[in-house]
């Protein structure tokens, strides 16, 4: 059965590894679970490598292959460019995709520098007023549970808040024997743990409170200076290996982060906690169908971590899915994140987070790196 007649969105998705393959998984499924306004097509796939492209190609559903990512910006049967490539190159894409009239979605961190941040979001604020629309892909604020943490919160449910802290733990560098990456190169990455992960928990603790960082204090660390390269000798990490900040919330909170990849053990845990003046939430991403609500409302008698499995369709997305219980994973995120952003495009509104809202990221980014490079007490980011 062909998908019933509503407009096409064709889709020209650059870089085709981990990112890829999720946002390809997202752009195939999204309309099958989520009414659309608009029917994805996934047009073409672009890669440096011939033979990897094709093969790609065939394995995530492209119906075409470029080698060029300016050649997806050109082509006239493509409405939208899905950047799922290393930060180094997403602010030459986004712009020129921008200025050739297409709408744009961009991984995370949306660059490596505050100015590339600032030139695309300029690009995507001159080009909205074209209808022309630009969203950076922060995946995780589209976990069923923390969309209800920020409903609960927008909702007064724990008051005025007072603390968040956010860690996002990882151990995939543990061993110093894992080889270089393009993630350890600042040329390429723009930042290590701070950038990759990081940017996540900073997005996190702002989309669940509703509340901007103004200043930060931070130390980073690299504790593996030296790496082997897969055709042997070593090159030098350039990059933090971790990182560890404070920081106050425009609301007046206190806030903690710890972004790293040698937890040992962790392999992709992100805890998420909200302390506020009549109550708090808890995240954890190991257990992500689950929200811990205390309701400081409640007599002491019966006070306490309420377990809320968030499955039921009052929640956010889940209503798209199964029945209460069954419980959704890492995928489906990316998939809210296509279906909203089709729904946004459709309406003719900006999509969240903006490239707005991913240069205020950066910003906090930058000052931290400002910060533990003076090791200063304290660093202001510009409003
Ligand atoms: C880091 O390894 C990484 O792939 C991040 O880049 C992603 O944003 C995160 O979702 C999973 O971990």
Not at 19 to 47: I, N, Q, Y
Not at 194 to 221: K, M, N
Request: aromatic residues 8%; charged residues 25%; contains cysteine.
């Amino acid at each position: 059965m062909t998908a019933p007649d509503r407009p096409r969105l064709r889709v020209g998705m650059v870089g085709h590894a981990f990112m890829g393959a999720a946002h390809s998984h997202a752009w195939r499924t999204a309309p099958r679970f989520f009414d659309l306004p608009m029917e994805p097509e996934l047009a073409v796939v672009a890669g440096r490598h011939a033979a990897r492209v094709a093969d790609a190609a065939g394995r995530l559903g492209w119906a075409d292959t470029e080698t060029d990512w300016r050649r997806v910006v050109e082509r006239d049967d493509v409405d939208l460019v899905d950047i799922c490539t290393p930060g180094d190159t997403h602010a030459e894409i986004a712009i020129a995709a921008l200025e050739a009239g297409k709408h744009v979605l961009c991984e995370k961190p949306l660059a490596n520098t505050v100015a590339e941040a600032e030139a695309m979001a300029e690009a995507a604020e001159r080009a909205a007023a074209r209808g022309v629309f630009a969203m950076v892909g922060y995946s995780y604020r589209r976990v069923p549970a923390v969309a209800l943490a920020r409903r609960l919160v927008a909702q007064g449910r724990v008051g005025s808040v007072r603390h968040v802290r956010v860690q996002y733990l990882q151990d995939w560098l543990t061993d110093p024997a894992t080889p270089m990456s393009w993630r350890l190169r600042r040329e390429q990455a723009g930042s290590g743990a701070l950038g990759d992960i990081g940017a996540h928990a900073v997005d996190l603790a702002q989309f669940v409170t509703g509340e901007r960082l103004t200043g930060v204090s931070a130390l980073t660390e690299t504790f593996v200076g030296e790496r082997p390269l897969p055709g042997g000798g070593t090159d030098r990490v350039t990059v933090d290996d971790a990182v560890a900040f404070l920081g106050r919330l425009d609301g007046g909170a206190l806030a903690t982060f710890e972004a790293t990849r040698f937890a040992a053990g962790r392999r992709n845990a992100i805890r998420l906690e909200v302390n506020g003046s009549a109550g708090s939430l808890a995240f954890d991403f190991e257990d992500m169908n689950v929200l811990q609500f205390f309701d400081g409302t409640e007599p002491p008698e019966t006070a306490g971590f309420r377990r809320v499995l968030v499955t039921d369709p009052a929640h956010p997305y889940t209503g798209a899915w199964w029945p209460p219980g069954h419980g959704l994973g890492y995928d489906h995120t990316f998939v809210h994140q296509v279906a909203d952003l089709v729904s946004a495009l459709a309406a003719g509104e900006q999509p969240a987070p903006s490239f707005a809202d991913g240069l205020a990221i950066q910003r906090v980014l930058d000052a931290v790196e400002r910060s533990a490079g003076h090791r200063s007490i304290w660093t202001e980011i510009p409003a």
